[in-house]
C-alpha cells in the first residue's frame, strides 16, 4: 500500500503562484496513477488533475486549466502540482490520491489512497 503526504501549502496574494508536493511512500510509486483534488469549506471535494502512470498522459479540470500544470517524477517518488494565477476562490483544501488501476479518473470514488490535504490560502 501506498502512503501519500502534500507539502508546499500556504499564504499566498491573488496572481501569485504554488507548488504543491505530494511524496509517497510503502509502493512502486510508477503503478499507481495519480490526482489532485480539493475542498473548499462547505463544498463537495473537486478534481483538478489527473496523471498517468508513467507521465505520459494528464487531463485537467476546466475549471484550472492553463493554470494548473500536473507532473511526477517515478525517480522521487514525487508528484506536484504547479499552481499560477492564483485567484481567491482557489482557496482550500489541496488533496493528492492514488490508486492502481490504469485509466485516468476524475472520480475521488475511483481513488483508494489519499493523503491529508495541505491548505491553500490566496488572499485578494
Known amino acids: 500500500q501506498v502512503q501519500l503526504a502534500e507539502s508546499g501549502g500556504g499564504l499566498v496574494q491573488a496572481g501569485g503562484s504554488l507548488r504543491l508536493s505530494c511524496a509517497a511512500s510503502?509502493?512502486?510509486?510508477?503503478?499507481?496513477?495519480m490526482g489532485w483534488f480539493r475542498q473548499a469549506p462547505g463544498k463537495e471535494r473537486e478534481f483538478l488533475a489527473a496523471i498517468s502512470r508513467s507521465g505520459a498522459s494528464t487531463y485537467t479540470a476546466d475549471s484550472v486549466k492553463g493554470r494548473f500544470t500536473i507532473s511526477r517524477d517515478n525517480a522521487k517518488n514525487m508528484m506536484y502540482l504547479q499552481m499560477s494565477s492564483l485567484k481567491p476562490e482557489d482557496t482550500a483544501v489541496y488533496y493528492c490520491?492514488?490508486?492502481?488501476?490504469?485509466?485516468?479518473?476524475?472520480?475521488?470514488?475511483?481513488?483508494?489512497?489519499w493523503g491529508q490535504g495541505t491548505q491553500v490560502t490566496v488572499s485578494s
Open positions: 490520491a492514488g490508486d492502481s488501476n490504469r485509466l485516468l479518473s476524475m472520480s475521488t470514488t475511483a481513488y483508494g489512497y
Open positions: 510503502g509502493g512502486t510509486f510508477s503503478n499507481y496513477r
